[in-house]
């Protein structure tokens, strides 16, 4: 009987939830043919380049 209230009854006091971070992106792998590339006459490792920047200045 002191089995299944045990069990029934929880002792332990309540856990506080974290907030843990959100993982930053991880940067794309630069290959020969993105420094090659262009569009609209610049590179697209510039572009990529660009928009990361903008999105980490948030």
Request: aromatic share 8%.
């Amino acid at each position: 009987m002191l089995t299944a209230l045990a069990d029934f009854w929880d002792w332990s006091p309540p856990l506080e939830a974290t907030k843990t971070p959100k993982p930053k992106p991880r940067p794309q792998p630069v290959f020969i043919g993105d420094i090659l590339l262009t569009r609209g006459g610049e590179p697209e490792l510039l572009r990529r380049w660009r928009e990361d920047a903008d999105r980490n200045a948030d």
